[in-house]
């Protein structure tokens, strides 16, 4: 269980980063975060399910410019990381035990958006040391300051994680024997209705007939794949 932790905290620092900070390729998104996460754990298949969900149910809410949006990233990667070691360590598995993670991790991913906020207001303050700093000729200084904002998402990022772990491992557990049976009847109807949180968001945003035929081409596309898994 310790390696699986661990490999799920590098991942979830790494994308994590990858969100806003640097780079931003989009390994972050829950499409990509949660199957990478489920692959290096030995279960694949678990982070596609739990990734084609997470991506759709927060397509939407994107961290562009000042918004903060709910952390998909952590819960992606999350809920992932629970689903395999808590099957390994209740020697259960099914999509009762991938559903109940996923929906605990949304519910402690919340946090995310606190502490993703949290870093972005000590990094503000970061800034106007930078500025203090080129002043003063000082560049070194100012070459901290960003590396100390770094350090910051990361924090945020790892913090999350741990939170959602933590958590999970607590609750999952004890929620297991008591909702199992309702679960295993209603999954399907679990499955669908995130993503349709989703897509009722979106549609609420798109004014444009050609945007909407290609959006839903493409979730047309994504729950195909989602059935075919």
Request: charged share 10%; glycine share 8%; net charge neutral.
């Given at each position: ?59 939407a809410r994107l ?7 709910p952390d998909d ?75 100390r904002g770094l ?79």
């Amino acid at each position: 269980m310790i390696s699986g932790l661990t490999i799920g905290a590098l991942i979830a620092l790494m994308c994590g980063l990858d969100r806003v900070a640097i780079l931003q390729v989009m390994v972050s998104r829950p499409i990509v975060a949660a199957p990478l996460t489920a692959f290096l754990l030995g279960e694949p298949l678990v982070g596609l399910q739990i990734g084609v969900m997470v991506e759709l149910l927060w397509l939407a809410r994107l961290p562009v410019g000042a918004a903060v949006p709910p952390d998909d990233t952590q819960v992606a990667i999350g809920s992932s990381a629970l689903a395999i070691i808590l099957a390994q360590r209740l020697d259960t598995s099914g999509i009762e035990l991938i559903l109940l993670c996923l929906l605990v991790a949304v519910l402690l991913g919340k946090v995310g958006q606190y502490f993703d906020h949290f870093a972005r207001q000590h990094n503000v303050r970061l800034a106007k040391q930078v500025d203090d700093a080129l002043e003063r000729g000082s560049l070194l200084r100012a070459e901290l300051q960003h590396l100390r904002g770094l350090g910051s998402f990361s924090l945020a990022a790892i913090v999350t994680y741990a939170t959602i772990m933590t958590g999970g491992l607590l609750l999952v557990p004890l929620l297991l024997p008591l909702v199992q049976q309702p679960l295993s009847y209603s999954s399907s109807w679990v499955q669908l209705a995130l993503p349709l949180v989703g897509i009722a968001v979106i549609l609420g945003t798109i004014n444009v007939s050609r945007a909407i035929t290609l959006f839903c081409a493409s979730f047309g596309m994504s729950f195909l794949l989602m059935w075919l898994v």
